[in-house]
């Protein structure tokens, strides 16, 4: 009986250090996978040796997983290896011991050593080291990152001849083997990070707009930031000096020149005529400097790189014929992150977007859809045009008299969907 006792108690004592192995196996394998990468590229390159570990590991994903699986596997297959002949047949005996018969004792014992070893296996082999490495994934891979390293170095030989026969396998079924998985986000991946969190409240209204703005400022062309001919003020060539200069005294410091063939010659600046004797009766076109042009289908950064190379803050925008249609400022670019800024070329206007009711607002024409999408929360139809005057002209076929309803029909989301008390 005493020596049925001891067996069953080294037998727990054996279970448990095996358990704990396998959840030192289960926290690599979740450390490694939440844990930040940026944070640890950030912390290697300031010296610290345990994060330079640790990043070393996690550039190796796969491998690392294959490691992790392989302790797991085989410690998993020694709890059960060990349950049944020290704590089964103990318990047996045990059981025997208080008048449980024997046929019945052995089988009573090695269910019980079984369920007890599964219950402690899954709480502290594997819900605790994973829920802990989750909640803590810098510390516990910092914490794991030397005996990780020394771990794999040693069992590099074994893990890599299952890898090769995994790969293997997946070849024959035409699919490429990836040895590490991409950490990387996608700009739909911030999109949706950014929108949760504002969801959440970790992020309020004004640094959502900013970062929305900026995620979609890559995707946008000149089209959906500059300001249209008809809202540009420009001279022409024949104009003169003493025109530009009682425009200058009550409008912009700056004015494009374009000739009778809608192309850009030139650019006048104020500052060119201050402290200058040039008579009013000089025609304009001996005083401008070159125009920057730009095609109206240039994306914004690429607008942005131009406008900074050149030492410019305005460009005059051109059509695919070469036609002027519209100028774009530094000013414009900055709108498009951080919302409306007053410059000398915008004209005295209300706001764009009025709530008028709780599911109603009034839209300025001009106004750019995904402006209105953040407004009233949804997505509105694409097409070749930028603006909600755009989206209204192109679903009615022409031109709209004013007071003329039109019912655009929009795609359903699937929040739609989801029902709440």
């Not at 979609?216 to 249209?228: E, K």
Request: hydrophobic share 45%; charged share 20%; glycine share 8%.
């Amino acid at each position: 009986m005493i020596s049925s006792v001891l067996t069953l108690l080294l037998g727990l004592v054996v279970i448990g250090v095996i358990i704990v192995i396998n959840g030192y196996f289960v926290a690599q394998e979740f450390a490694y996978m939440s844990v930040d990468r940026t944070q640890l590229r950030t912390r290697a390159d300031s010296g610290d040796k345990k994060a330079a570990r640790a990043l070393a590991i996690t550039d190796r994903t796969s491998f690392m997983l294959s490691g992790a699986q392989l302790g797991i596997t085989v410690t998993g297959l020694l709890v059960g290896f060990i349950a049944e002949p020290l704590v089964g047949e103990s318990l047996g005996v045990l059981l025997g011991g208080v008048g449980v018969p024997t046929a019945v004792s052995v089988g009573v014992g090695t269910i019980l050593a079984l369920t007890l070893s599964t219950i402690i296996q899954m709480i502290f082999g594997e819900l605790f080291p994973k829920n802990y490495t989750i909640a803590a994934p810098m510390k516990s891979s910092l914490a794991l990152a030397g005996s990780t390293s020394i771990y794999l170095k040693a069992t590099g030989w074994i893990i890599k001849f299952f890898d090769l026969s995994s790969n293997g396998l997946l070849k024959l079924l035409r699919i490429e083997p990836v040895a590490d998985i991409d950490s990387s986000a996608t700009a739909e991946d911030l999109e949706h990070i950014v929108t949760t969190s504002r969801q959440s409240g970790d992020l309020d209204d004004r640094t959502f707009l900013v970062l929305d703005r900026l995620l979609d400022f890559p995707d946008h062309n000149l089209g959906h930031a500059m300001h249209p001919r008809s809202r540009s003020d420009v001279l022409t060539p024949e104009n003169t000096i003493g025109e530009a200069r009682e425009l200058m005294a009550t409008a912009h410091t700056r004015y494009p020149v374009i000739d009778e063939a809608h192309v850009p010659v030139g650019v006048l600046h104020l500052v060119d005529l201050l402290g200058t004797d040039v008579p009013d009766s000089t025609p304009v076109v001996e005083m401008i400097r070159p125009a920057l042009v730009v095609p109206q289908l240039m994306t914004l950064p690429d607008v942005l790189d131009e406008l900074i190379t050149k030492g410019e803050k305005l460009a005059c925008v051109i059509d695919e014929y070469g036609g002027f249609i519209g100028i774009i400022t530094l000013e414009d670019l900055a709108e498009e992150i951080f919302g409306e800024i007053t410059d000398e070329h915008d004209l005295p206007q209300s706001e764009e977007i009025t709530t008028t009711s709780e599911h109603e607002w009034l839209v300025g024409g001009d106004t750019p859809l995904d402006e209105v999408e953040r407004a009233v929360g949804h997505d509105l139809p694409e097409g070749e045009f930028e603006t909600i005057s755009g989206l209204l002209l192109a679903h009615a076929g022409g031109l709209v008299d004013t007071g003329e309803t039109h019912d655009i029909e929009l795609a359903a989301e699937p929040e739609d969907f989801i029902e709440s008390d």
